[in-house]
T-cell receptor, first 117, second 116 residues
């Protein structure tokens, strides 16, 4: 079975500081992608960052970057210069591409991040 | 705005009833995914459709069914509702015909279902 594990249910960080959210995953598939989604209090699911598993280079999107360790099946999210608007639930997710237009996005349980002024 | 539209936003109903949730994918997207989000189970994948055909099935109960119509909108039907079915139901779409970044799912704002 494919699983995504986020071991930190809650975290907090001071505004302008840096925080890292952890995620590990387990899959036997070779064709997959990794994501971080953000869910603010509005409950909208917002794509933060995406990583192709076949790429060694870590993805970066402005203040958001990942540390992708394929052998360790680890995929952490670093948020630099944290802002109050970053307060949200963050979900790590793994998209399994089975081919033939068949896919499945599996989510971790989430980490609730609070940015404090 | 993700471009994915879900209706209704809120739904309150009683146990034993049947409801239909509707999803319109982003323009051009062929795949529709349904997810259930509850406090105890987190985000659970229910089912995926691609261009009208079922492609993948997750933890979907037999009381639940879905379909995707020729215009690519999708409906999730929940019947014999129980208290435990109360949750936020998300629809997501992907897979535009260009074939680019088909693994990126764009989510609607969800339908909050409350079963009383």
């Amino acid at each position: 079975a494919q699983t995504v594990t986020q071991s930190q249910p809650e975290m907090s960080v001071q505004e302008a500081e840096t925080v890292t959210l952890s995620c590990t995953y387990d899959t036997s598939e070779s064709n997959y992608y990794l994501f971080w989604y953000k869910q603010p209090p509005s409950r909208q699911m917002i794509l933060v960052i995406r990583q192709e598993a076949y790429k060694q280079q870590n993805a970066t999107e402005n203040r958001f970057s990942v540390n992708f360790q394929k052998a360790a099946k680890s995929f952490s999210l670093k948020i630099s210069d944290s802002q109050l608007g970053d307060t949200a639930m963050y979900f790590c997710a793994c998209f399994l591409n089975y081919g033939g237009s068949q896919g499945n996005l599996i989510f971790g349980k989430g980490t609730k991040l609070s940015v404090k002024p | 705005d993700s471009g994915v539209t879900q209706t209704p936003k809120h739904l309150i109903t009683a146990t034993g009833q049947r409801v239909t949730l509707r999803c319109s994918p982003r323009s051009g997207d062929l795949s529709v995914y349904w997810y259930q989000q509850s406090l105890d189970q987190g985000l659970q994948f229910l089912i995926q459709y691609y261009n009208g055909e079922e492609r993948a099935k997750g933890n979907i109960l037999e009381r639940f069914s879905a379909q995707q119509f020729p215009d690519l909108h999708s409906e999730l039907n929940l019947s014999s509702l129980e208290l435990g079915d109360s949750a936020l139901y998300f629809c997501a779409s992907s897979s535009n015909p260009s074939g680019q970044e088909n693994e990126k799912l764009f989510f609607g704002s969800g339908t909050q279902l409350s079963v009383l």
